[in-house]
T-cell receptor, first 111, second 110 residues
Framework: DAGVIQSPRHEVTEMGQEVTLRCKPISGHNSLFWYRQTMMRGLELLIY????????DSGMPEDRFSAKMPNASFSTLKIQPSEPRDSAVYFC?????????FGPGTRLTVT | EDQVTQSPEALRLQEGESSSLNCSYTVSGLRGLFWYRQDPGKGPEFLFTLYSAGEEKEKERLKATLTKKESFLHITAPKPEDSATYLC???????????FGTGTRLTIIP
């Protein structure tokens, strides 16, 4: 199994631009989680889906952030417009049972 | 609100020098406590899940233990390849979210 796949691995963009991060979960996993990791705040949950349905988006920082899961094998996290304070590493994780398995992350830099 | 505190923030050990990492937690009802390892530039890698006080799990040089208030990750005779950040997380009953600590950065010196 290839594990959780994320793209791009690195993204550098200018303030105000739209950013789309992509995730392919492990096949057969029915839950998907989006996290953000920074030095200051550590690993924070943004949103999670069960069976493609958003369950809890209370961690999404503001309306500039949105996430979708159109099918069991694909999810996106969109930031529009992006701001420098959005710079962080964004992780996607999928789960079957209790354990979550993380992707390699997308390092986002907003200048 | 669930809380997780890890200590120390950073730990440097000589190769072969055993030690323990601490994870203190506050949760209304523990569904599971999770340990992850994170290498620089990579995502967290799952290590262990503990469900109830008194439970222990081992993997190579690592052993995780759990009490009602804290968990320890014991590292026996570590090697340089054990250098990483170790993260602890808890899951509450009725909630599928994991609450993570800020991690312990472990460095093993050859």
């Amino acid at each position: 199994d290839a594990g959780v796949i994320q793209s791009p691995r690195h993204e550098v963009t200018e303030m105000g631009q739209e950013v789309t991060l992509r995730c392919k979960p492990i096949s057969g996993h029915n839950s998907l989680f989006w996290y953000r990791q920074t030095m200051m705040r550590g690993l924070e949950l943004l949103i999670y889906f069960n069976n493609n349905v958003p369950i809890d988006d209370s961690g999404m920082p503001e309306d500039r952030f949105s996430a979708k899961m159109p099918n069991a094998s694909f999810s996106t996290l969109k930031i529009q417009p992006s701001e420098p304070r959005d710079s962080a590493v964004y992780f996607c994780a999928s789960r079957q049972g209790h354990e979550q398995y993380f992707g390699p992350g997308t390092r986002l830099t907003v200048t | 609100e669930d809380q997780v505190t890890q200590s120390p923030e950073a730990l440097r050990l000589q190769e072969g020098e055993s030690s323990s990492l601490n994870c203190s937690y506050t949760v209304s009802g523990l569904r599971g406590l999770f340990w992850y390892r994170q290498d620089p530039g990579k995502g967290p890698e799952f290590l262990f899940t503990l469900y109830s006080a008194g439970e222990e799990k081992e993997k190579e040089r690592l052993k995780a233990t759990l009490t009602k208030k804290e968990s320890f990750l014991h590292i026996t005779a570590p090697k340089p390849e054990d250098s990483a950040t170790y993260l602890c997380a808890v899951q509450d009953f009725g909630n599928e979210k994991l609450t993570f600590g800020t991690g312990t950065r472990l460095t093993i010196i050859p």
